[in-house]
């Protein structure tokens, strides 16, 4: 069975910091898509930005990029010059490219502090 | 273009009552995803149809079925409400997910079971 760990429940950081999100996943499967979801206090869930597992390039959008090294099935999310805006529960994504669920970690809580 | 529209965004009903929601997909999009997200169990994944077909189901109980119709537009039923069923359920479109397309969630239906 497929799982993904999000080890920080909780961070806060000031405005205009880097931040570093964590998140560790399992799977025996070769191809697959990780995902990086934001989550404000509206409810709405918000794609960060996306990683497909055959792609070596780590993804980058805009502020935001990640670290992907897939033979530690490690996926971090890095928030680079965070803004207030940033505050939200994040998580950490995965589907199999032979299913259509998403299989979510817990989340972490990311406060941007002023 | 319109986004994932869900309705309602409350609903407060007994135990023993049943309820049916609503998910609009973006225009287009022919693969609709239901999840149900609480602080204990996290996001978990419902059931997932396109053109019209369930094609995956989460480990969810019978009481919980759905349905897509010919606009692609999905409702999600529970029977014989639990007090355990109290959530954020939200409602996820994708054009193409076995290409690996992103998913747009909406802002989701928040269950309140008394």
């Known amino acids: 069975a497929q799982t993904v760990t999000q080890s920080q429940p909780e961070m806060s950081v000031q405005e205009a910091e880097t931040v570093t999100l964590s998140c560790t996943y399992d799977?025996?499967?070769?191809?697959?898509?990780l995902f990086w979801y934001k989550q404000p206090p509206s409810r709405q869930m918000i794609l960060v930005i996306r990683?497909?597992?055959?792609?070596?390039q780590n993804a980058t959008e805009n502020r935001f990029s990640v670290n992907f090294q897939k033979a530690a099935k490690s996926f971090s999310l890095k928030i680079s010059d965070s803004q207030l805006g940033d505050t939200a529960m994040y998580f950490c994504?995965?589907?199999?490219?032979?299913?259509?669920?998403?299989?979510f970690g817990k989340g972490t809580r990311l406060h941007i502090l002023p | 273009k319109a986004g994932v529209t869900q309705t309602p965004r409350y609903l407060i009903k007994t135990r023993g009552q049943q309820v049916t929601l609503s998910c609009s997909p973006i225009?287009?999009?022919?693969?609709v995803s239901w999840y149900q997200q609480t602080p204990g169990q996290g996001l978990q994944f419902l059931f997932e149809y396109f053109s019209e077909t369930q094609r995956n189901k989460g480990n969810f109980p019978g009481r919980f079925s759905g349905r897509q119709f010919s606009n692609s537009r999905s409702e999600m039923n529970v029977s014989t409400l639990e007090l355990g069923d109290s959530a954020l359920y939200l409602c996820a479109s994708s054009l193409d997910p076995n290409r690996g397309a992103g998913y747009t969630f909406g802002s989701g239906t928040r269950l309140t079971v008394v």
């Open positions: 799977t025996s499967e070769n191809n697959y898509y």
């Open positions: 994504a995965l589907r199999m490219n032979r299913d259509d669920k998403i299989i």
């Open positions: 990683q497909e597992a055959y792609k070596q």
């Open positions: 225009s287009g999009h022919r693969s």
